[in-house]
């Protein structure tokens, strides 16, 4: 591929530095969006360039990219907290609904073709006794949920190429260990410093666990061909939390204890995407196995 100019937001979180890094390793020029409330400027690696900005506010969003041209825009950046949205529900709709329109502007603005929104299968489904397809109901149970659902149509009808991807619970190097990480993140830091795990009910609650890299590579497909519309990036497995600490007992011994605590409101108990559509249309297949995601994340994270 030629390379490209793209604009990354968020690319100083989780999810969007490795994307980042990804566009970099190909040669394309990157300019992360980022206010740096959950992200590290660690996490921006050279070439790639950081500009410190609120993409909540349009006129500052304007003036970060004022000039410049952009071949694409990979938009990562969001409020992520799903306890954390029913409290501030109105910032998290100013950042994930009216940042995202101001992300379309932005990209419209500087001449971009195409964009490539991250939006959630873990969070926008509900309950999953099979694993979802895109054109099932949705049910999102959190304002987190539900506003990234809202977004997702403001990406459709920007009068650009719009894929979005609805990712299942990601996991990897560089996720953080706070209260509302994901629980891998949450597990390997108590295996580390030889704390118990904490388990929210009976253990059985399940999840699609997908490795970071994997969606690295599904951006970076959907930047390449001419997808448009919303595919799921997930494995398609579910996999309870016993059956994780299993695995990841496998990799890293014996937890240092396992302590259980009352399930919490509202969680759901079985999530899960069907990635097929994606696999079908050539877009992307999941790659490496949950197993294998552990080993790497264990030994980089
Ligand atoms: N981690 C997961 O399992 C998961 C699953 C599905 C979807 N997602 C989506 O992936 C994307 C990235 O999430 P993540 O897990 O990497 O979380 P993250 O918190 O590490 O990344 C979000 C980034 O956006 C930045 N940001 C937040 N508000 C901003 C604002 N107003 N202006 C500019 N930057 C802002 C943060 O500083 C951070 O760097 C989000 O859109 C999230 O909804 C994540």
């Not at 409330?37 to 003036?63: C, F, K, M, Q």
Request: hydrophobic fraction near 40%; proline fraction near 5%.
């Amino acid at each position: 591929m030629t390379p490209r100019r793209v604009l990354v937001t968020g690319g100083a979180g989780f999810i969007g530095s490795h994307v980042a890094d990804e566009l970099v390793a190909r040669g394309d020029g990157v300019v992360v969006l980022d206010d740096l409330s959950t992200g590290d400027p660690a996490n921006v690696h050279a070439p790639a360039e950081l500009r410190i900005v609120d993409i909540s506010d349009a006129r500052a969003l304007g003036r970060a990219v004022e000039g410049e041209r952009f071949d694409a825009v990979v938009h990562c950046a969001a409020k992520t907290k799903v306890v954390q949205s029913f409290e501030q529900t109105a910032r998290y709709r100013e950042v994930i609904v009216d940042g995202t329109r101001n992300v379309l502007d932005a990209a419209l603005a500087t001449g971009a073709h195409d964009v490539v929104n991250i939006s959630t299968g873990g969070a926008i489904y509900g309950e999953t006794p099979q694993c979802a397809s895109e054109d099932g109901e949705l049910h999102p149970p959190s304002p987190y949920g539900q506003l990234k659902a809202e977004a997702e149509p403001l990406v459709q009808r920007a009068g650009l190429r719009g894929v979005t991807l609805r990712l299942a619970n990601v996991y990897g190097p560089r996720q953080r260990q706070d209260l509302e990480g994901g629980v891998i993140a949450i597990f390997l830091g108590a295996w580390r410093r030889g704390d118990a795990l904490t388990v929210y009910g009976d253990g059985k609650a399940e999840r699609d666990y997908l490795y970071v890299g994997d969606v690295a590579e599904a951006v970076c497909a959907a930047l390449d061909g001419s997808f448009t519309g919303v595919y799921n990036i997930g494995t398609g497995v579910a996999t309870s939390v016993n059956a994780l600490i299993d695995m990841m007992s496998a990799v890293l011994g014996a937890p240092h204890g396992v302590h259980h605590a009352p399930e919490r409101p509202g969680e759901i108990q079985r999530s899960c995407v069907d990635p097929s559509k994606a696999a079908r249309e050539g877009l992307w297949r999941p790659r490496t196995t949950l197993r294998a995601g552990l080993e790497r994340t264990a030994k980089l994270a």
